[in-house]
């Protein structure tokens, strides 16, 4: 009885529009619309999107059409009767109650439909309003007080693997908790993407996304299943989907990650004028989660004007982006920037730049005893018989007269390339001294055999990035 009062309070708190506890899926997605009215668009708008989805001329069930459109069947039938009355579609029976209605365009709906097609291909969810996507965003964001947040025995187990220091631990704790900005540095392969890539897995909470959305009479794609995942299914029990606006999907907070390849261009509205609609910038995308921009100081755009780009309209909630023809239009910015770089911070940014990154946390190599724990623990995932004398072969005659740092990136990599080696020869992995030399070997330039070169001094330990390997690893 209890159960069934909260799950009925739940869903009364839903109707309202107000957040039920942290996590509850029924709280998250709006209620279910039941007229054209309450769905916030016009008439006009329902009967385009319906006679685009019914161009293909085939007779479909009003259920089917309503599922298209992700809209109630109340809603769907408001609409049919605007378009028979408009003699833009007929309805014939298939079946013995109304659900069963089947309805076809017309020859003037047929035209209709194509010249919206015409103007606009998108065909797809209905869209909601802006209006209706501030509101949501705003009772989702990580920054009001009762968001869920992760804790200190929940961080130590995410990062229980990665044998970091217990200080850097608590210093990306506590920028989780902040939800301020964040900026990961530290040589190349130190594993700082990784650690940033995981930090967005840590967001705690759900978050609704709209397929689409509506400003002025133009279409925003917003809903991308790359970057908007689905919930665990445990974490959609209790929602009925009846009583909820399917134009949202429930999603797991988002993670959009750019890199070099970010440009003054992507961080604006872009029109497809294939299909008459816009697409959604990176950050935009992001809201309600983190956006990870790789490889800071490698963008055409320069680190600093990137940062002054964002960080005052997330210190207001709002974006300004821009229409065809100069229309500025204020959308709702709510996501945690996380900046990853390998060059020294004070080469990117000056100190009024460095003073709006809310933390500064230098990623660098590990210790000697966190190295060791990480390639056991490496050898364990790839299913190799570890050796200690191996490993100490490993630091005592190859990382120490290279001048190499113990960087987390190494353990993998080499442990990855014995595997690659052994599989061409047909073989099992095993990890000898023989073994772990060809694999570095394979790895490095510039060094006799990859060991230190008489010709060339050893590598100093750079903190900023003079190192080959790759920062995804």
Same mark, same amino acid.
């Given at each position: 009885m209890i159960e069934a009062e909260q799950t009925a309070a739940r869903t009364a708190d839903a109707a309202r529009g107000q957040p039920g506890p942290a996590g509850d899926p029924v709280a998250t997605l709006p209620p279910q619309p039941k007229t054209v009215r309450e769905t916030g668009l016009e008439l006009s708008m329902l009967v385009e999107l319906g006679a685009k989805a019914m161009y293909s001329g085939a007779k479909i069930p009003l259920p089917v059409l309503a599922g298209k459109l992700r809209l109630s069947i109340g809603v769907m039938r408001e609409v049919l009767d605007a378009m028979v009355a408009e003699q833009m579609a007929e309805a014939g029976w298939g079946g013995d109650t109304d659900l069963d209605l089947q309805y076809h365009l017309t020859p003037t709906g047929k035209q209709r439909a194509a010249e919206y097609l015409a103007r606009c291909r998108y065909a797809g969810p209905a869209p909601v309003t802006l209006q209706a996507y501030r509101e949501v965003c705003l009772r989702q964001s990580t920054r009001q007080a009762d968001a869920p947040r992760i804790g200190a025995a929940e961080m130590a187990a995410a990062f229980a693997d990665d044998h970091l220091d217990v200080a850097v631990c608590e210093q990306l704790g506590a920028s989780m908790q902040s939800s301020r900005s964040l900026l990961l540095y530290g040589p190349s392969g130190s594993g700082k993407s990784t650690l940033a890539r995981k930090l967005g897995q840590l967001q705690q909470g759900l978050v609704a996304v709209p397929h689409a959305i509506l400003v002025d009479q133009d279409i925003i794609q917003f809903?991308?299943?790359?970057?908007?995942?689905?919930?665990?299914?445990?974490?959609? =029990?209790?929602?009925?989907?009846?009583?909820?606006?399917?134009?949202?999907?429930?999603? =797991?907070?988002?993670?959009?990650?750019?890199?070099?390849?970010?440009?003054?261009?992507?961080?604006?509205?872009?029109?497809?004028?294939?299909?008459?609609?816009?697409?959604?910038?990176?950050?935009?995308?992001?809201?309600?989660?983190?956006?990870?921009?790789?490889?800071?100081?490698?963008?055409?755009?320069?680190?600093?004007?990137?940062?002054?780009?964002?960080?005052?309209?997330?210190?207001?909630?709002?974006?300004?982006?821009?229409?065809?023809?100069?229309?500025?239009?204020?959308?709702?910015?709510?996501?945690?920037?996380?900046?990853?770089?390998?060059?020294?911070?004070?080469?990117?940014?000056?100190?009024?730049?460095?003073?709006?990154?809310?933390?500064?946390? =230098?990623?660098?190599?590990?210790?000697?005893?966190?190295?060791?724990?990480?390639?056991?623990?490496?050898?364990?995932?790839?299913?190799?018989?570890?050796?200690?004398?191996?490993?100490?072969?490993?630091?005592?005659?190859?990382?120490?007269?290279?001048?190499?740092?113990?960087?987390?990136?190494?353990?993998?990599?080499?442990?990855?390339?014995?595997?690659?080696?052994?599989?061409?020869?047909?073989?099992?992995?095993?990890?000898?001294i023989a073994t772990l030399e060809q694999a570095w070997v394979s790895m490095f330039a510039g060094c006799a055999n990859g060991f230190a070169s008489p010709s060339l001094p050893p590598a100093p330990y750079n903190a900023y990035g003079s190192d080959p390997l790759l920062e995804r690893i």
């Open positions: 809903y991308d299943p790359l970057v908007h995942l689905a919930p665990s299914l445990a974490a959609r =029990q209790g929602e009925n989907q009846r009583s909820v606006d399917a134009r949202w999907s429930l999603c =797991q907070r988002p993670v959009v990650q750019v890199g070099a390849e970010l440009s003054q261009e992507m961080l604006d509205l872009r029109f497809d004028s294939a299909n008459g609609v816009y697409q959604a910038p990176p950050h935009f995308m992001a809201n309600g989660g983190m956006l990870v921009v790789d490889d800071l100081g490698r963008q055409r755009v320069a680190p600093a004007d990137l940062l002054n780009r964002w960080t005052t309209p997330l210190e207001a909630g709002i974006d300004q982006l821009t229409a065809d023809g100069g229309h500025k239009i204020g959308v709702p910015f709510d996501a945690t920037l996380v900046f990853v770089t390998n060059y020294a911070p004070q080469r990117l940014l000056d100190d009024a730049s460095m003073r709006r990154v809310g933390y500064k946390i =230098q990623i660098g190599a590990l210790t000697e005893q966190n190295y060791r724990a990480l390639f056991r623990h490496q050898c364990r995932l790839l299913r190799i018989a570890h050796d200690d004398a191996v490993a100490e072969h490993l630091l005592t005659r190859l990382h120490g007269p290279a001048g190499r740092p113990l960087l987390a990136s190494y353990p993998r990599e080499l442990l990855g390339r014995i595997c690659d080696f052994a599989s061409f020869s047909g073989i099992a992995p095993r990890l000898t």
